[in-house]
């Protein structure tokens, strides 16, 4: 399936390589206004089904083998205003409203706050929330 | 380690957690300037470490299994201008120039070429050169 094919015809699913990754695709979610790079994160076939139905993001999570409601307990969750895939259909990048304007569980505006500056590690995050306060422990 | 590591003792490779993705992490290549995001990739261990030695990005390419020197046959390499590292370490931004301004073996300037909208696929992508042209047959 390419560009030429009718649009009512297609099937985003159809495009989307899951089995490369054994199930997974990555997915960057990036600011839809800012075009800043939030975080990058896995989605299996059911967690894409699911964002595309809710219009917010649903992950898989790798580290906890589940699906992941983006911001179910923080309350900041990710509005879906745009999918992109790839060339070759295992990768996304989703345009989305980040509620609560940090995207990190660090409570960073974004989860790439560390630069690497030759043997040096720079913390260059923009603290928005504390974590200790959002996830109650 | 974290931002309050002595800098002279960081070493960005304690940070990075390759075991998560069977040896591979996650890269988004951005262009420097503009944001845009070009491409996303993987890399082991051993492309990073070339990557940060010959400042040109190294990936691992999964379809083929082998060390991916992006740009090596079309000449469109990209030339790294910073790196990030994201909360959890198994995902990295390269800030890169990309030499010929385009990123993607299609000729487009970035692979995120198709949106998804609704039911429909889309072709938003610019072209900057012929595939055809540029990989001899």
Redesign the interface.
């Known amino acids: 399936?390419?560009?030429e094919?009718n649009?009512?015809d297609?099937?985003?699913f159809s495009?989307i390589d899951f089995e490369?990754?054994d199930g997974l695709i990555?997915a960057?979610a990036?600011d839809h206004r800012s075009?800043?790079?939030l975080?990058?994160a896995y989605m299996n076939e059911e967690s894409l089904r699911l964002t595309l139905k809710r219009g917010e993001v649903v992950y898989w999570s790798?580290?906890r083998q589940k699906l992941w409601h983006k911001g179910e307990e923080s309350g900041n969750v990710q509005k879906l205003k745009?999918?992109?895939?790839?060339?070759?259909g295992d990768?996304?990048?989703l345009r989305v409203e980040q509620v609560g304007g940090a995207a990190?569980?660090?409570g960073?505006q974004n989860?790439?706050?560390?630069?690497?500056?030759g043997?040096?590690?720079?913390?260059?995050g923009i603290q928005v929330f504390d974590p200790d306060e959002v996830y109650k422990k």
């Not at 745009?82 to 070759?88: M, T, W």
């Not at 989860?111 to 500056?117: H, P, S, T, V």
Request: glycine share 8%.
């Open positions: 399936m390419n560009s094919t649009p009512e297609a099937e985003p495009i490369k990754g990555a960057i990036q075009g800043e790079i975080m990058l790798r580290s745009g999918i992109y895939v790839d060339c070759d990768a996304l990048i990190c569980h660090t960073k989860c790439f706050f560390r630069r690497i500056d043997g040096k590690i720079e913390d260059v």
